[in-house]
Nanobody, 119 residues
Framework: QVQLVESGGGSVQAGGSLRLSCVAS????????MAWHRQAPGKEREFVSS???????NYADSVKDRFTISQDYAKNTIYLQMNSLKPGETAVYCC?????????????WGQGTQVTISS
């Protein structure tokens, strides 16, 4: 089992910044894919950004050039620096962990952290 704990959410005004953290603990692997997703009230969960162990990153078009994902491999932690936040980005931001070893694939989700953007 892998446990994920997110932190760093809060309330900011439009144009502001927040930095989210997600710590993975438990039976973690060396080669993993971790990502941030978000779910706004009444909407489907959507992909925000991902990073894999070799440092390769990916972003949703809507957040490119404003959000930056990074990792501290030694601490099993990923971060999401969010700048120039928009009111429409109010959502619960969740961390996802995925790995695969010997044909066995696992995915885990954190509980999420609330991000509220006011106009």
């Amino acid at each position: 089992q892998v446990q994920l704990v997110e932190s760093g959410g809060g309330s900011v005004q439009a144009g502001g910044s927040l930095r989210l953290s997600c710590v993975a603990s438990g039976d973690t692997s060396d080669n993993v894919y971790m990502a941030w997703h978000r779910q706004a009230p009444g909407k489907e969960r959507e992909f925000v950004s991902s990073i894999i162990s070799d440092g390769t990153t990916n972003y949703a078009d809507s957040v490119k050039d404003r959000f930056t994902i990074s990792q501290d491999y030694a601490k099993n932690t990923i971060y999401l620096q969010m700048n120039s936040l928009k009111p429409g980005e109010t959502a619960v931001y969740c961390c996802r962990y995925f790995d695969g070893n010997g044909g066995v694939y696992r995915t885990y989700w954190g509980q999420g952290t609330q991000v509220t953007i006011s106009s």
